[in-house]
């Protein structure tokens, strides 16, 4: 191994040894986190600082989330569905596709921005990954690929889309931040029949999810 990817390699089982301290504690979440290369997503100058448990920006306003929070989302994902289709809105760098593909879900996955679609599924496909991307309004889902055993929000809403909740299949759970526009509250919507459970959790400051059942653009 050369010796910058053996420094990266380095960086990525010291940022698994930091999500542990943080009370990461899933062994499929930490396999996945060593497994996917975050330096491939990430858009800094020095690769090594993709490591680092920070969130970073990577164009258009938006950025790739803290380690920590895509550690978290994927814990509370992992507890509550072990396996099947996943539908991801806000496609950003990717690398949250990638750490839902590692675990072994088939993964759909959204953007509203057109470039980081077309640099996601790029990437998706440099890599190798069998990943469906689509560029759209993620707030109104995927219709045509519905029922999904979960949906994983990472954008900020003001409230839970109705059609997302739709297109969750029977005892399908979404993760999805929601509150205002400087602090959201983690959720939890576990659909029983006609009624949905909701947990909450953390809170976070996500980048706005904008859309017809989201935040209207002109209010940022
Ligand atoms: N999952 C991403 C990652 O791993 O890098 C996080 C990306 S960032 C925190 C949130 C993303 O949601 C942004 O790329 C933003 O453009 C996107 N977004 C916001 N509203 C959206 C919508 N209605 N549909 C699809 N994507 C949306």
């Given at each position: ?88 809105i806000g496609t950003g760098s990717g690398y949250q596709s990638a750490i839902l593909d590692a675990l072994g879900y088939s993964v759909f996955t959204v953007e509203r921005i057109f470039e980081l679609y ?103």
């Open positions: 191994m050369k010796e910058a990817e053996k420094l990266l390699d380095l960086r990525r089982k010291e940022m698994v040894e930091t999500l542990k301290l943080y009370g990461i504690t899933n062994r499929r979440v930490l396999d996945a986190f060593q497994d996917v290369p975050r330096h491939l997503f990430f858009k800094g100058e020095a690769l090594d600082a993709a490591y680092n448990d920070g969130a970073y920006p990577i164009g258009f306003g938006q950025t790739i989330s803290q380690p920590y929070t895509v550690a978290l989302m994927t814990t509370l994902l992992v507890e509550r569905c072990f396996s099947g289709k996943v539908l991801e077309q640099r996601a599924e790029k990437l998706f496909s440099k890599c190798r990954l069998n990943i469906a991307c689509r560029f759209g309004d993620g707030t109104l889902g995927w219709v045509e690929e519905a029922p999904f055993d979960a949906i994983m929000v990472t954008a900020g809403a003001p409230k839970e889309p109705e059609s997302l909740l739709r297109q969750l299949a029977e005892n399908g759970c979404m993760i999805i931040p929601i509150g205002g526009k400087d602090s959201q509250q983690m959720t939890v919507f576990r659909k029983e029949g006609n009624n949905c459970k909701r947990e909450l959790f953390e809170h976070f400051m996500f980048v706005p999810l904008v859309g017809r059942e989201g935040w209207d653009d002109t209010v940022f």
